[in-house]
T-cell receptor, first 114, second 115 residues
Framework: ETGVTQTPRHLVMGMTNKKSLKCEQHLGHNAMYWYKQSAKKPLELMFV???????ENNSVPSRFSPECPNSSHLFLHLHTLQPEDSALYLCASSQGQREQETQYFGPGTRLLVL | AQSVAQPEDQVNVAEGNPLTVKCTYSVSGNPYLFWYVQYPNRGLQFLLK??????LVKGSYGFEAEFNKSQTSFHLKKPSALVSDSALYFC?????????????FGSGTRLQVQP
């Protein structure tokens, strides 16, 4: 295990539902990330939080709303999603401000939007 | 802008033979290069990274990678493949010039090791 946990591991939701994905890191890191992994596409960065502030936002639709209440927890709130949002959502964390820092990933949440 | 390419969707190799998974990159500054592996229904696991120094980087599970600046490549290698190495491998890059913390990933290469 990498020290990054994600819940739930699987989620099925309708387009009118509201749900949240949770990520928790036990590594003492100060940066956290959300990535989307779709079939046959490279991993896409969604959001980056550093010291609980959002520092990158990769043009993600507003139906995805991140929240970082402290340096150990990261949420992704989902609202009125579309079927094309079905994917594996990966959380990662890293330590420090330097570019050479390594990101450690959680196991992901497999999301299916019906 | 930073980018990375993995030209092979799949690599097939027999158990015991050497393996190579290819990766090329493009950056404007200095590259920071990473390899990750993903097993079915799992997240990405870090294998190794190149920051500076020796061009040959050794990582987990007997993997190594060679940084070649002139060819802008960072190929992943292992002298003797195991069936358990079968997985999806991702190369990633970060550009020292951009100041971005996020990695840019390649599209992945599926490694299949036959017994």
């Amino acid at each position: 295990e990498t020290g990054v946990t994600q819940t739930p591991r699987h989620l099925v939701m309708g387009m009118t539902n509201k749900k949240s994905l949770k990520c928790e890191q036990h590594l003492g890191h100060n940066a956290m990330y959300w990535y989307k992994q779709s079939a046959k596409k490279p991993l896409e960065l969604m959001f980056v939080y550093s010291l609980e502030e959002r520092v990158e936002n990769n043009s993600v639709p507003s139906r995805f709303s991140p929240e970082c209440p402290n340096s150990s927890h990261l949420f992704l709130h989902l609202h009125t999603l579309q079927p094309e949002d079905s994917a594996l959502y990966l959380c990662a964390s890293s330590q420090g401000q330097r570019e050479q820092e390594t990101q450690y990933f959680g196991p992901g949440t497999r999301l299916l939007v019906l | 802008a930073q980018s990375v390419a993995q030209p092979e969707d799949q690599v097939n190799v027999a158990e015991g033979n050497p393996l190579t998974v290819k990766c090329t990159y493009s950056v404007s500054g200095n590259p920071y290069l990473f390899w990750y592996v993903q097993y079915p229904n799992r997240g990405l696991q870090f294998l190794l990274k190149y920051i500076t120094g020796d061009n040959l980087v050794k990582g987990s599970y007997g993997f190594e990678a060679e940084f070649n600046k002139s060819q802008t490549s960072f190929h992943l290698k292992k002298p003797s493949a195991l069936v358990s190495d079968s997985a999806l491998y991702f190369c990633a890059v970060r550009d020292s010039d951009t100041g971005r913390r996020a990695l840019t990933f390649g599209s992945g290469t599926r490694l299949q090791v036959q017994p």
